[in-house]
């Protein structure tokens, strides 16, 4: 089955400062890959995705980037700001098309 | 649409007892997911729903654990009889459907504590 790891378990930058949250998968059948952000207490939540036919997609402050080659995709977050502390999954589909999760990443952005 | 209804939010429970989570997916979503949240294991898939029927179980880790969807607006997971170990957050999400479209949308989850 579908493998994700993500990297790092932690994260603390300077507001202001970019975030990169990298994540590899297994399962080269792979097509789909969300972006989800948990703050302390509250449901994950989508914030991005990218599908296997784009490279990179970017909204405002965020983008994903996707290297299918090399089965590893990253969220990188410009201009932090302290309400982007939260906990950050990746996830990546199975031939189930299933979700498989990463670990997570704390990311604290000081202000 | 007021999204994935989750109840109860939190639970306390002493072992052995029979734990029931309930769930009500979006109006119309067709896939319903029961996830277990813990800080050591990360966010794990426990069974799957389309169109009311399981399809994988596979995740669920004993047989204390059940799972039914007695309809399209409603969903229960049971635990019986609980444990220390089965502390955790449940969370219940829904999609359209299963494929790469669609999205996954979570509710607000229940807080289980097994004395």
């Known amino acids: 089955g579908e493998n994700v790891e993500q990297h790092p378990s932690t994260l603390s930058v300077q507001e202001g400062d970019s975030a990169v949250i990298k994540c590899t998968y297994s399962?080269?059948?792979?097509?789909?890959f969300p972006w989800y952000k948990q703050e302390l207490g509250k449901r994950p939540q989508l914030i991005i995705d990218?599908?296997?036919?784009?490279g990179e997609k970017k909204d405002q402050r965020i983008a994903v980037t996707l290297n299918k080659t090399a089965k590893h995709f990253s969220l990188h977050i410009t201009e932090t700001q302290p309400e982007d502390s939260a906990v950050y999954f990746c996830?990546?589909?199975?031939?189930?098309?299933?979700?498989?999760f990463g670990g997570g990443t704390r990311l604290m952005v000081k202000p | 649409d007021a999204g994935v209804i989750q109840s109860p939010r939190h639970e306390v429970t002493e072992m052995g007892q029979e734990v029931t989570l309930r769930c009500k997916p979006i109006?119309?979503?067709?896939?319903l997911f029961w996830y277990r949240q813990t800080m050591m294991r990360g966010l794990e898939l426990l069974i799957y729903f389309n169109n009311n029927v399981p399809i994988d179980d596979s995740g669920m880790p004993e047989d204390r654990f059940s799972a039914k969807m007695p309809n399209a607006s409603f969903s229960t997971l049971k635990i019986q009889p609980s444990e220390p170990r089965d502390s955790a957050v449940y969370f219940c999400?829904?999609?359209?459907?299963?494929?790469?479209?669609?999205?996954?949308?979570f509710g607000s989850g229940t807080q289980l504590s097994v004395l």
């Open positions: 109006s119309g979503h067709n896939s």
């Open positions: 996830a990546a589909n199975n031939a189930g098309n299933m979700l498989t």
């Open positions: 999400a829904s999609s359209l459907g299963i494929g790469t479209n669609e999205k996954l949308f």
């Open positions: 399962d080269s059948a792979s097509n789909y």
């Open positions: 990218i599908r296997s036919n784009v």
